[in-house]
């Protein structure tokens, strides 16, 4: 297994970046690692995320409704402007085709970090997260733990136990892989959006 | 007998202002999008037009541990869809209360405190308990582990509603450009305490766009993408 960091350092990296990376290194999973927050301290645990289907929809019915502008007025003035927005929207799509693998894969990882760590079993889940749309590979998001309650940040400041997190993600890296289809982890990559890789306006969970 | 009966004439005038003027202080004036005009309208303009406001019973869902708690409300509002959305959004960002003062499941006593949406702390979660009760939080937690969703500087700026059921909140911090930072716990927190509490009372609404200082933008804080609207998730409200 080779993995590709999208970034090393505490450096700020655009959102579609990181799937572009992804994409143009034809990646089997696209993992994005994150340290949560709550707004309330008590919150704790592990959860992992993939696309949710409505936002998938929503962009879909976009999609369409591009398209038929696209066929019924060619000729616009803005036909530039609508060719880039549909390919923006296809962008967005590229996670559509991988949601029932990445909904495998995430209930692996959420399975490993329970089993490892005895965690919080704070489940699978979806949203409509910017960074899961690009990947055209089964994609998920990993919360790790809540950096805003006392006990557990201090947990993800021992070494140790972040090697531990890291052990557990790599068993179900191996897991998915021994269990997928080769033909199932990764779509044709999508070329990024022309002039439109869209910055995150902030980043504050690296990476 | 004639002056005696301007005397009260006079007097059933001077009754009738002082009634219109306290009428108008407590509730006609409308919420912070008052005075921002123009299409953000407003709950003063509804009261303006003659638009009568009568209480309502809503459901506003705050942050807690667990997920997204309801919060009883009574308050006061017009039959206007927009109203609705710009009293319940004001009485969100005005927070869950005080932890010490929440009568469990009581519609507030008397009337709204505020000029539109006034929060009153007849809070309860249902199902309530302790689930949060050592929460703390940016805002502190309130009733039963509520917690405030934003800053208390951060005020509704403006509202519209499109014929097709698509609400657009703008929220507003000034000298701050972007909303807070946050995990993804918190954001989704903050963004959907807005999307349900909107979507889930106002029945001529079905998505949400949310707005920071009047623009939409791509990632609310970096990870939930609002370049589109949301649908309220009824999954994020605590059992």
New interface residues.
């Given amino acids: 297994v080779r993995a590709v960091l999208t970034r090393s350092d505490d450096s700020k990296l655009p ?1 579609d970046s990181r799937t572009a990376i992804a994409n143009q290194n034809k990646a089997d999973l696209f993992v994005s690692l ?10 704790h645990g592990a ?1 992992t ?1 993939f696309l949710s289907s ?2 998938t929809d ?2 879909a019915g ?1 999609a369409a409704a591009s398209e038929n502008s696209a066929t019924a007025a060619p000729a616009a003035a803005d036909g530039g402007q609508e060719t880039q927005d549909l390919q923006m929207i296809l962008w967005d799509l590229a996670q559509t085709h991988h949601l029932a693998e990445s909904q495998r894969f995430a209930g692996m990882v959420q399975a490993e970090l329970n089993q490892a760590l005895e965690l919080r079993d704070r489940g699978v ?7 899961l ?1 690009g990947a055209a590979m089964p994609a998920v ?1 990993v ?1 790790l733990g ?3 309650n006392p006990e557990e940040e201090a947990k993800l400041q021992n070494p140790a136990y972040r090697a531990d997190l890291i052990d557990a993600l790599v068993r179900a890296i191996g897991r998915y892989l021994e269990t997928s289809q080769p033909d199932t982890r990764s779509a044709p990559p999508l070329p990024p959006p022309q002039g439109a890789v ?8 690296p990476p | 007998m004639s002056r005696r009966a301007a005397g009260l004439i006079l007097g059933l005038a001077l009754l009738l202002v002082a009634g219109a003027a306290l009428w108008w202080w407590r509730g006609g004036r409308g919420g912070p999008a008052a005075g921002r005009g123009g299409r953000s309208g407003s709950a003063s303009a509804a009261a303006g037009s003659g638009a009568p406001t009568e209480m309502h019973a809503f459901d506003l869902y705050f ?4 997920g997204l708690r309801a919060a009883h409300r009574s308050l006061p509002v017009t039959e206007e869809p927009k109203d609705r959305i710009r009293v319940v959004v004001t009485a969100l960002l005005d927070g869950p209360g005080p932890a010490t003062a929440a009568p469990a499941g009581g519609k507030p006593g008397g009337a709204a405190s505020g000029p539109a949406a006034g929060p009153t702390a007849g809070a309860a979660a249902p199902g309530g308990g302790a689930a ?1 009760a ?6 502190g ?1 309130g009733p039963a ?1 509520l ?3 934003f800053p208390p500087e951060v005020k509704l700026g403006g509202v519209e509603l499109s014929a097709d059921g698509i609400a657009y909140v703008d929220l507003r911090w000034s000298d701050h450009q ?1 909303p807070p ?6 954001e ?3 963004v959907y305490s807005v999307v349900d509490t909107v979507a889930l009372n106002v029945p001529q609404v079905n998505r949400v766009v949310l707005l920071w200082n009047g623009t939409q ?3 609310f ?5 609002t ?5 309220p ?1 009824r ?1 994020l409200l605590a059992p």
């Fill in positions: 959102l994150h340290l949560n927050s709550s707004l309330g301290s008590g919150a959860e995320y409505q936002a929503t962009r976009d889940k979806q949203a409509p997260f910017r960074v749309m998001l919360e809540f950096i805003s869209r910055s995150s306006p902030s980043s504050p969970t | 942050p807690a541990n667990d949060g050592n929460s703390g939080g940016a805002g937690a582990g917690v405030r969703p972007d930072e946050s995990g993804s716990t918190e989704i927190q903050r933008r791509t990632t804080s970096g990870h939930l993408d370049s589109r609207p949301l649908v998730d999954t």
